[in-house]
């Protein structure tokens, strides 16, 4: 069994089954099977399919601890919300409620007064979020 690039699809002694494109994670578990259980190797596994030997053995150990369900791509970056917690933006709309005209460089200076740690942007993020922008009057078009 290998996997056909041109056809897309894995190749096997009795016939062909099609991958989608952009699926990552049989293409990973076609590398894997190759590498390790066709002959191909590790090396040129991962050549062929585009990953570097050290990614090679890095999805192996994965697999092995996890199963197929480990090769699948995860969502990288912060999983929360560590600077703009649900407390802070309470503070952010009721400085806002408090004061309509206040701007955000203001609130964050106010909430960085009473010991919150926020940025400017930030407060103009959670303003933008939750739409309490200031409402600004627009001219009718020149006729």
Do not use: W
């Not at 259980?37 to 192996?60: D, I, M, N, S």
């Not at 806002?96 to 955000?104: G, I």
């Not at 007064?113 to 309490?132: H, K, M, P, W």
Request: hydrophobic share 35%.
């Amino acid at each position: 069994m290998y996997f056909d690039d041109q056809a897309g699809a894995m190749v096997g002694e009795h016939g062909a089954l099609g991958v989608p494109t952009d699926d990552q994670l049989s293409r990973k578990l076609a590398m894997l099977i190759e590498g390790q259980c066709e002959g191909l190797g590790p090396v040129r596994a991962a050549r062929k399919y585009g990953y570097t030997r050290q990614r090679y053995f890095q999805l192996r150990k994965v697999y092995e601890k996890d199963g197929a369900l480990g090769l699948l791509n995860k969502v990288r970056g912060p999983k929360t919300k560590y600077r703009r917690t649900s407390e802070l933006e309470r503070q952010v709309i009721r400085h806002r409620f408090l004061d309509p005209d206040a701007s955000a460089p203001v609130i964050a200076q106010k909430l960085r007064q009473t010991g919150f740690v926020i940025s400017t942007r930030s407060v103009e993020r959670v303003i933008a979020d939750y739409g309490l922008q200031k409402k600004t009057l627009s001219m009718p078009p020149a006729s």
